[in-house]
């Protein structure tokens, strides 16, 4: 093909891309990577796993991300569904100790089809200053090392208190420059980091390939203070779309940084919870159409 045709090739391809594929560039945002944190329903799953788990499917969410406590109860429903097992949170505790219980966690999630594993919170007691970030990223790093040896992902989820400033850092860098690329990386709560004074766009740009997951939901528009703790009132929380993050950007930083999976996550809602998810879905799958 000579260089003009080839031009010419191209242009007219880049003419028939639907908008959203010229604005992120590639097709790494596609429905089958958009998902729910099913923290989001933990109120409902348990009355009726498979209505529940069904509706969300019924939405258009095509993945879960579930907690490993409770999964027992849900993951025979979870089955009579074409939703993917994606990622699970599991309790903080079983990464620290780092026992023969970590091994065997770790295993029965492979065993369950999930690809990621991730540390969801620090207990406010736990929590510390630079020396606990680096304690914490030692015992990440090892962690992560068993995670890969069993083909699983490792990833921390942030709160707010890593965004706390500290000796003209902070704790998030802290982890972030003490574990290894490519055994531990980051589920990005673009609230969080946006509670915490940072814009997820930043955080996204500044850990670009290191960001693997991301928690998306809104931020209510009078919600505007800086803090570094959860005390945040319920209706903090909106539907993505419906308050004061720019998800555009986000999406468009989030793509651009390879962010491998989405997952919609609304810690407390007005009402009914897959309500909200389907409102946060209706704004959200534009974006994700292919």
């Given at each position: 093909?000579?260089?003009?045709?080839?031009r010419?090739?191209?242009a007219?391809?880049a003419?028939?891309l639907?908008?959203?594929?010229l604005?992120?560039?590639?097709?790494?945002?596609r429905s089958?990577?958009?998902?729910?944190q099913?923290y989001t329903?933990?109120?409902?799953i348990?009355k009726?796993p498979v209505?529940?788990?069904?509706?969300?499917q019924?939405?258009?969410?095509?993945?879960?991300?579930?907690t490993y406590?409770?999964l027992d109860q849900i993951?025979a429903?979870l089955?009579?569904?074409?939703?993917?097992?994606?990622?699970?949170?599991?309790?903080?505790?079983?990464?620290m100790?780092?026992?023969a219980?970590?091994d065997?966690?770790?295993?029965?999630i492979?065993?369950?089809?999930?690809?990621?594993?991730?540390?969801?919170y620090i207990?406010?007691?736990?929590?510390g200053g630079p020396?606990?970030f680096?304690?914490?990223?030692?015992?990440l790093?090892?962690a992560g090392?068993?995670?890969?040896a069993?083909?699983?992902?490792?990833?921390?989820?942030?709160?707010?208190?890593?965004y706390q400033p500290?000796?003209?850092?902070?704790?998030?860098?802290?982890?972030?420059?003490?574990?290894?690329k490519?055994?531990v990386?980051l589920?990005?709560d673009?609230?969080?980091a946006?509670a915490?004074?940072h814009?997820?766009?930043?955080?996204?740009?500044?850990?670009?390939?290191?960001?693997?997951l991301?928690?998306?939901?809104?931020?209510?528009r009078?919600?505007t203070?800086?803090?570094y703790n959860?005390?945040v009132?319920k209706?903090?929380?909106k539907?993505?779309?419906s308050g004061s993050?720019d998800f555009p950007?986000?999406l468009?930083a989030?793509?651009?940084?390879?962010?491998?999976n989405?997952?919609v996550e609304q810690d407390q809602?007005p009402g009914?919870p897959?309500?909200s998810?389907?409102?946060?879905?209706?704004?959200l799958?534009?974006?994700f159409?292919?």
């Open positions: 093909m000579s260089p003009l045709s080839r010419t090739f191209v007219t391809s003419a028939l639907p908008a959203s594929k604005f992120y560039g590639r097709a790494r945002l089958s990577n958009l998902g729910v099913l329903v933990r109120n409902v348990m009726d209505a529940t788990l069904k509706a969300i019924d939405i258009g969410y095509q993945e879960v991300e579930a406590a409770g993951m429903a089955q009579k569904t074409s939703l993917k097992p994606v990622s699970i949170h599991v309790d903080t505790s079983i990464f100790e780092g026992s219980d970590l065997r966690t770790l295993a029965d492979k065993e369950r089809g999930f690809q990621y594993v991730v540390v969801p207990p406010p007691a736990q929590r020396d606990m680096k304690n914490l990223a030692e015992k790093n090892k090392q068993k995670a890969t069993t083909n699983l992902k490792l990833c921390y989820h942030n709160h707010a208190f890593e500290m000796n003209g850092t902070t704790g998030l860098d802290i982890l972030m420059s003490n574990t290894e490519g055994v990386s589920e990005l673009v609230f969080w946006s915490g004074g814009n997820p766009v930043e955080i996204l740009n500044k850990y670009s390939g290191r960001v693997l991301v928690h998306l939901k809104d931020k209510a009078n919600f203070k800086t803090q959860e005390n009132p209706d903090a929380f539907e993505v779309g993050l950007a986000i468009k989030a793509d651009a940084a390879g962010v491998e989405y997952f809602t009914d897959i309500a998810l389907g409102k946060s879905y209706n704004y799958k534009d974006y159409n292919s």
